[in-house]
C-alpha cells in the first residue's frame, strides 16, 4: 500500500469502524432532523430528515411527520424530500422533490390525512426549487428558483446547482462566460385552483430569499445581478403580484430572513454583519403598517430566524454569547418575553431554527454536545417528542467526552469565549483547536460539535477547543465588525491566548497542540503557523492561503476585497500582508493540506499554495485533494479517509497515548 492510499490501515479501519457503530443503527431512517415545521394549530409537526441507505456518498433527504415519539415517513425512498410546509388550513403539506430529476427539486403537494403519492405540480422550466412558502390565504405557493448553473453559497456546500448533463468530447474545454441565463435566481407562484406556476420576478432582478407579503404581494432580499459576491449589497424588496418592485431598505451590512406578518402589515428582517450568504445572526428591524424599520432591544440576543405568530406577535430564535435563545417580541408592547435559553443545548444547523404555531410554542431539533437530537415543542410547558437516540448515538456518547464552556482574556482583555471538549481522565491533554469559518459565525452546544470527527478525535484521548474569537455572532455586532478590515489582525491572538490559558490552567501539555479548522478556518489554521511556532501539527481545510488569487480564482471575490477591507492590485496591502503563503518560510509546524476540486468559494489551488510554500521552506507539507467534494469535505467514502488522515496525522506530530 502506498503511503498516498490510507485505506486498508489501521487507522481507517477504526475509523471506518466508528462510523459504522455510529450509522448502522438508523440505517433506512434518519440519523438527523432539520427545518423543523407546524401547522398553525400546533396539532401537526414536520422535519426534514437525512438518511443513509449505505454508507455511501451524501445522505438522502425525507419528510417526516412527527407522531407522539416516532416518525412516520411522508415521503418515500425515491430522490430527496425536504422542507414539508403545512398549508395555513393544516390540510395540506408542500414539499420540493428530486424525484423526477437527480438534483432538481420541485413543488409537491401532499393531502395529509389521504394515502397516495404527492401531487407534482408544474415543473419549473430550466429550475431548482430551492424553498417554498404558502401564501396566507393557502391559494398559492411562492417558490425561489435557482437556474441549473448558479452558484452555490459556501454553507451549501459551494460549487454550482445540477447542469443538464452536456454532450461533448473528452477534449472539450471547460468554458466560463462569466454570468449567463442560468446563474439568476428567481420567484414563482403555483396557483392551487388554477394548477398553473408561473414566474412572478421580472428578468434582471436576482431573488436570494423571499416570503409572502400579505396576498398580494411578496418581500426579498435581491440584487440586480446573480454572482454570489452581489449579495452582500443586497437591498430587501416588495414584488407585488401585478409585477411592481419597489425597494423597501438597504444596509450597509447584509440583509436577511424576512418575515412579514399574514395581513403583511408588519415586516421584519435581519441587519447583520455577515461573510456567508445564509449564514445571518444579528439586529432585528421591525416596521408597523405604513412605517420605517425600527431596531429592537433583543437583550443582546443576535437574531437568526424570525416567524409572525399573528399580526402583533413575532417568533424570535437567536444566539447570546454561548446561550440560545427562543423568545416572542411583542410588537405592540415593545416587550420581548424568553421561552427558553440554554448553553447546554441548541439547534438548528448553520444557527438555531424553528417553527411557531398560532398559540405562540416553539417547535425545534434540540441537541447537545451530550445530548442527541430530538423534537421539543416550548410553551407553557415542555413536551418532548420523537428522538434520534439508539445503540450508535449511545456509543458516540460513549467515547466524546463532555463539553464545558471556557473562557480567557485575550492581549489586550477583550474576554473570549468557546467551547472545549475533554476526554475522560486528568489531563494535561494533547489539545486540538478547532477553528470555524465565516469568520462571523459562531459554535454552540451541538450534537458532536456538529462534526463527527471531534468525538472521534477525544475518543483518542485529544482536547479539542472550539473558540468563539473576535468576529464571531452572538456578541452583537460591534463585536462581529472587530474582524472586519482585521482578518488575520487582532483575532490571530485570540487564538494564542486560548493556548497560554489553558496551558496555565493545566488543562493541555504545551508540546502537543495542534490546529484544524474549515474555510476562515482554514486560513486562520495556515495563518497561525507562520505567526507562532508553538503548533506542533495543522490541518487546514478549504482555506485560504493566497488572498490575492483568492480574489481572482474564487466565486466571492467581493467577500475578501469588503473583509480585508483592501485592494488585491495594491502592493504591500492586506492582500499581501495577510496571506500565509506570503510568511511560509517561518512556518515549522508540519501541515496536512485538505480541499474539494469542485470547490469554487475557496478553490483548491489555495491548499496547494501553501503546500507548495512549505515544502520550498523545508517543512513538511501533504495535500490531499478529494475530486468529487466541494466546500469541506462530506460524503462518504471521503469522509472516512479525511477522518483517517486528520487522526494520522495529530498522533504522528503530537501523540495522544503510548
Ligand atoms: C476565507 S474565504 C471565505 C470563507 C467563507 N466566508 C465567506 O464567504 C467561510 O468561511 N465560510 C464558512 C461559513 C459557514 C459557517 C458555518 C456554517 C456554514 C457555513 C464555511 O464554509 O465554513
Redesign the pocket.
Known amino acids: 500500500m502506498s503511503r498516498r492510499d490510507v485505506r486498508g490501515s489501521a487507522t481507517w479501519d477504526l475509523v471506518e469502524e466508528y462510523f459504522r457503530r455510529l450509522h448502522e443503527p438508523v440505517m433506512g431512517r434518519p440519523h438527523k432532523l432539520l427545518e423543523p415545521s407546524c401547522s398553525a394549530d400546533g396539532s401537526r409537526i414536520a422535519v426534514t430528515g437525512l438518511v443513509y441507505d449505505e454508507l455511501a456518498g451524501l445522505p438522502r433527504q425525507a419528510c417526516f411527520l412527527v407522531d407522539g415519539t416516532d416518525l412516520r415517513p411522508l415521503t418515500g425512498p425515491s430522490g430527496s424530500s425536504r422542507q414539508p410546509r403545512f398549508s395555513p388550513d393544516g390540510t395540506t403539506v408542500a414539499f420540493l422533490s428530486d424525484r423526477m430529476e437527480a438534483g432538481r427539486f420541485q413543488l409537491y403537494l401532499l393531502r395529509t390525512g389521504q394515502l397516495g403519492e404527492a401531487e407534482a405540480t408544474p415543473a419549473v422550466p430550466a429550475g431548482t426549487v430551492e424553498y417554498c412558502s404558502w401564501s396566507p390565504d393557502g391559494t398559492k405557493v411562492l417558490l425561489g428558483v435557482a437556474g441549473l448553473g448558479a452558484d452555490l453559497a ?2 451549501q456546500g459551494s460549487g454550482t446547482t445540477r447542469r443538464p448533463k452536456e454532450e461533448l468530447p473528452d477534449w472539450h474545454p471547460r468554458v466560463e462566460i462569466g454570468v449567463t441565463e442560468e446563474s439568476w435566481r428567481s420567484l414563482w407562484i403555483h396557483d392551487l385552483a388554477a394548477g398553473t406556476t408561473t414566474r412572478l420576478s421580472p428578468e434582471g432582478l436576482n431573488i436570494w430569499e423571499a416570503v409572502w407579503l400579505g396576498p398580494d404581494a411578496v418581500v426579498a432580499v435581491t440584487s440586480p445581478a446573480p454572482d454570489e459576491g452581489a449579495w452582500y449589497t443586497a437591498v430587501l424588496s416588495r414584488l407585488g403580484l401585478d409585477g411592481a418592485v419597489t425597494e423597501l431598505a438597504r444596509s450597509e451590512v447584509q440583509l436577511g430572513w424576512p418575515a412579514a406578518s399574514p395581513s403583511g402589515g408588519r415586516l421584519a428582517v435581519v441587519e447583520a454583519v455577515c ?2 450568504r445564509w ?1 445571518v445572526a444579528g439586529d432585528l428591524l421591525v416596521s408597523a403598517p405604513g412605517a420605517a424599520f425600527e431596531r429592537v432591544d433583543t437583550g443582546g440576543v443576535d437574531v437568526t430566524a424570525t416567524q409572525w405568530i399573528d399580526a402583533d406577535r413575532l417568533g424570535i430564535l437567536g444566539i447570546r454569547g454561548m446561550e440560545t435563545v427562543a423568545a416572542v417580541y411583542d410588537a405592540v408592547t415593545g416587550k420581548m418575553t424568553e421561552l427558553w435559553s440554554s448553553t447546554d443545548t441548541s439547534c438548528g444547523t ?1 444557527y438555531p431554527e424553528a417553527a411557531w404555531s398560532a398559540d405562540g410554542r416553539v417547535v425545534l431539533v434540540e441537541e447537545g454536545y451530550s445530548v442527541s437530537q430530538r423534537v421539543v415543542v416550548l410553551g407553557e410547558e415542555r413536551v418532548e417528542l420523537a428522538g434520534i437516540e439508539h445503540s450508535g448515538t449511545e456509543y458516540v456518547l460513549s467515547v466524546a467526552g463532555k463539553a464545558e464552556t471556557v473562557t480567557w482574556s485575550a492581549p489586550d482583555g477583550l474576554r473570549i469565549e468557546g467551547i472545549l471538549c475533554l476526554p475522560a481522565g486528568d489531563g494535561p491533554f494533547p489539545l486540538v483547536v478547532n477553528i ?4 462571523v ?1 459562531g459554535y454552540r452546544n451541538l450534537w458532536s460539535m456538529s462534526s463527527p470527527w471531534i468525538p472521534l478525535l477525544v475518543a483518542q484521548g485529544y482536547a479539542v477547543l472550539n473558540p468563539n474569537p473576535r468576529g464571531s455572532s452572538g456578541r452583537g455586532q460591534d463585536f462581529a465588525r472587530l474582524v472586519f478590515g482585521e482578518m488575520g489582525g487582532e483575532d490571530t491572538a485570540d487564538f494564542t491566548s486560548a493556548l497560554d490559558a489553558l496551558v496555565e490552567r493545566g488543562i493541555v501539555d504545551p508540546t502537543r497542540v495542534g490546529l484544524i479548522g ?4 482554514g ?1 486562520m489554521s495556515s495563518w497561525l503557523v507562520t505567526q507562532d511556532q508553538r503548533w506542533a501539527a495543522a490541518v487546514p481545510v478549504s482555506p ?1 492561503t493566497d488572498w490575492y488569487s ?1 480574489h481572482f480564482t474564487s466565486n ?1 471575490p467581493y ?2 476585497a469588503l473583509f480585508l477591507d483592501g485592494n488585491p492590485e495594491v502592493p504591500g496591502d492586506k492582500f499581501h500582508s495577510r496571506s500565509p503563503v506570503a510568511h511560509a518560510s517561518k512556518a515549522r509546524t508540519p501541515c496536512l493540506n485538505i480541499a474539494g476540486a469542485l470547490d469554487r ?2 478553490p483548491p489551488t489555495q491548499a496547494q499554495e501553501f503546500h507548495q510554500a512549505l515544502l520550498e521552506h523545508g517543512v513538511e507539507s501533504q495535500l490531499a485533494i478529494y475530486p468529487q467534494e466541494g ?2 469535505v462530506r460524503a462518504f467514502p471521503a469522509l472516512i479517509d479525511f477522518s483517517t488522515r486528520v487522526v494520522d496525522w495529530f498522533q504522528k506530530h503530537m501523540p495522544a497515548r503510548g
Open positions: 459556501g454553507g461573510s456567508d449564514v448553520r470555524h469559518g465565516g469568520p459565525w474549515g474555510s476562515y478556518g486560513y485560504v483568492q466571492i467577500f475578501d468559494c475557496t466546500h469541506g
